[in-house]
């Protein structure tokens, strides 16, 4: 039977990055691997990314898993009958929380003849949660602000908790971040890993293949008690944050090319200047800033998380006369600012760093999270 490996944390916490190198290590150990995104809105960095990646990549969008779970059950159920693999990897919208009541009970109680649950990890972002991140003023230990809710109720609720990007850490850095997990989920399997330098990932696939328990699913990895939430808080949130999907063709001046990774960071370095002001909290208006740059020969992914910039997954994309850019923006900001900041400013300075380049094709899609309404909840 195939078995579902679900995957949660907050956006830009580096679920895809991880979600695509665990992938590629099963298939190394002989494994078929199915993935499936999700988001809220469409037009996807991700969906994209993973299928560039040569993955079967299925993406549920205009809602997250919870309030799409029939859509999520229908895409398990034509998996299940046609790929038939032997893993699915499944990524939640970051901003979603309260899986395990909502999607995981669901599935291990009505649908265990579809799939058998294999895991159903956390991921916490080390820069982010290590001493002296964007989470230091945070009070997640006994959280008030909406925010504060949210991540610490992503990190409690899942039964193995994943502190990601540790090669950008020190080994004191590193240990504060695994010491504040602990300190939110005291039962919980806490590891370190690098989707990047691949550090803990044989043992992550490892981790995996022991992951089901037989039969119903119920087994190591899956928290048989859900923790409650108020929902209030959660859509306050939730409806903090702005969501851009966007995608235009950029187009060389005459007898030029354009590189992919210059286009790349003349739209983050805008984005960053406009919108990445930090707040008094200590955390950045932008949670994830992503690019996709892609090419007749290949594609770029880079982005901001939180007050970083993320250094381009490829290094070296030879430049072309037609780059596609697909940008998606999740920000503290109402969702028309982030449409009128790309349309008005990042588009200019396109225009501007590569002179006599057109811009076409322009689309976008603006939205706020609406308040979650899942179609079960089983605590
Ligand atoms: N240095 C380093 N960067 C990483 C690592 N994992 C992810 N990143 C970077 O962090 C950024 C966010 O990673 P994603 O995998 O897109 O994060 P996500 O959780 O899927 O983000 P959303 O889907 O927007 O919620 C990307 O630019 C990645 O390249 C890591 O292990 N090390
Ligand atoms: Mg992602």
């Not at 949670?287 to 594609?299: D, F, L, M, P």
């Amino acid at each position: 039977m195939t078995k579902i490996l679900l995957l949660s944390g907050f956006l830009g916490s580096g679920k895809t990055t991880l979600m695509l190198k665990l992938a590629g290590e099963l298939q190394r150990r002989g494994n078929s691997v199915s993935l499936i995104t999700n988001d809220q809105g469409n037009n996807l960095v991700d969906t994209g990314y993973a299928a560039a990646a040569g993955f079967d990549t299925r993406e549920i969008t205009g809602g997250c898993f919870c309030c799409k779970f029939p859509d999520l059950l229908s895409t398990l159920s034509s998996i299940a009958e046609v790929q038939q693999p032997d893993y699915v990897i499944a990524e939640a919208v970051g901003s979603c929380t309260d899986l395990n009541a909502t999607v995981i009970q669901p599935l291990l109680l009505y649908h265990s003849d579809l799939m058998q649950i294999a895991g159903f990890w956390a991921l916490a972002d080390g820069f982010r949660f290590s001493f002296a991140g964007e989470y230091t003023n945070l009070a997640l230990e006994q959280p008030v602000l909406p925010l504060e809710v949210l991540v610490s109720h992503q990190i409690s609720e899942s039964a193995v908790v994943l502190l990601t990007k540790c090669d950008l850490l020190t080994a004191e850095e590193q240990q504060a971040g695994l010491d504040r997990i602990r300190r939110l989920n005291p039962n919980a399997e806490i590891a370190a890993c690098s989707a990047k330098t691949g550090e803990g990932l044989k043992e992550l696939a490892e981790r995996l293949r022991r992951g089901g328990g037989s039969g119903s699913g119920r087994g190591m990895g899956i928290p048989p008690h859900p923790i409650p939430l108020n929902y209030d808080v959660y859509a306050e949130a939730e409806a903090e944050y702005g969501w851009y999907n966007g995608s235009w063709n950029l187009k060389a001046a005459e007898g030029e090319t354009i590189n992919p990774a210059n286009a790349a960071a003349a739209v983050l370095d805008v984005l960053q200047e406009e919108l990445n002001t930090v707040r008094n909290n200590g955390v950045f208006p932008i949670a994830h800033a992503k690019i996709q740059v892609i090419t007749a020969e290949g594609s770029i992914k880079t982005g901001i998380a939180g007050g970083h910039f993320q250094a381009p997954d490829v290094m070296e994309l030879p430049g072309n006369v037609v780059l596609q850019m697909v940008v998606n923006i999740r920000a503290a900001f109402e969702p028309e600012i982030l449409s009128l900041t790309v349309r008005e400013k990042v588009l200019m300075k396109l225009l501007e760093s590569f002179p006599d380049a057109a811009v076409s094709e322009y689309s976008e899609q603006i939205l706020t999270p609406s308040r979650p309404e899942p179609t079960y909840r089983i605590y």
